[in-house]
T-cell receptor
Framework: GQSLEQPSEVTAVEGAIVQINCTYQ??????LSWYQQHDGGAPTFLSY????GLEETGRFSSFLSRSDSYGYLLLQELQMKDSASYFC??????????FGTGTLLAVQP | DVKVTQSSRYLVKRTGEKVFLECVQD?????MFWYRQDPGLGLRLIYF???????EKGDIPEGYSVSREKKERFSLILESASTNQTSMYLC???????????FGPGTRLLVL
């Protein structure tokens, strides 16, 4: 079947670094995306990895290993505003995405 | 900037009512999607559309139908609302084969 697994909750302190892991099982894989959703808000796109390796966008980085069916989102210099849910999602041959169940990140002062 | 709008932020309906949720995007995107989001279950795809008058079932289409008469507008229809359809409904759009999806603000539907 097709599925993604990510931790349900992660807690970290302001200024720290946190890694949110995502493992997937699928036939036909066209890249891993990450979305951020603040409480009551809409999901917003953060990053996309089509190939193995690290993609960096400011304080956020995303990594993909296709051979391990694994990726992660790395958030550096955590700020209180980073408290949100983070979803990994993969795309297949069609234009739709399959989303994980999300990781709730709580940043503490 | 891409803008995806949804007709209502909050909606309260009674069991058995027919419910229409409207979504409009202003970036000429071919693809549009309807998801529902429930605590602990993430985003689950209800229906999606690649083009005008085209529609495909997602993972949980039962109890829903959709309509796409114009490229910019994608409607989700609950033919006879039930309490288990109480949820947050999110619309999204994307361009061609690009995977990035842009989401609307969501409609929180309560069925009594």
């Amino acid at each position: 079947g097709q599925s993604l697994e990510q931790p349900s909750e992660v807690t970290a302190v302001e200024g720290a670094i946190v890694q949110i892991n995502c493992t997937y099982q699928t036939s036909g894989f066209y890249g891993l995306s990450w979305y951020q959703q603040h409480d009551g808000g809409a999901p917003t796109f953060l990053s996309y990895n089509a190939l193995d390796g690290l993609e960096e966008t400011g304080r956020f980085s995303s990594f993909l290993s296709r051979s391990d069916s694994y990726g992660y989102l790395l958030l550096q210099e955590l700020q209180m505003k980073d408290s949100a849910s983070y979803f990994c999602a993969y795309g297949g041959a069609t234009n739709k995405l399959i989303f994980g169940t999300g990781t709730l990140l709580a940043v503490q002062p | 900037d891409v803008k995806v709008t949804q007709s209502s932020r909050y909606l309260v309906k009674r069991t058995g009512e027919k419910v229409f949720l409207e979504c409009v995007q202003d970036m000429d995107h071919e693809n549009m999607f309807w998801y529902r989001q429930d605590p602990g279950l993430g985003l689950r795809l209800i229906y999606f559309s690649y083009d005008v008058k085209m529609k495909e079932k997602g993972d949980i289409p039962e109890g829903y139908s959709v309509s796409r008469e114009k490229k910019e507008r994608f409607s989700l229809i609950l033919e006879s609302a039930s309490t288990n359809q109480t949820s947050m409904y999110l619309c999204a759009s994307s361009f061609g084969r690009v995977k990035t999806q842009y989401f609307g603000p969501g409609t929180r539907l309560l069925v009594l």
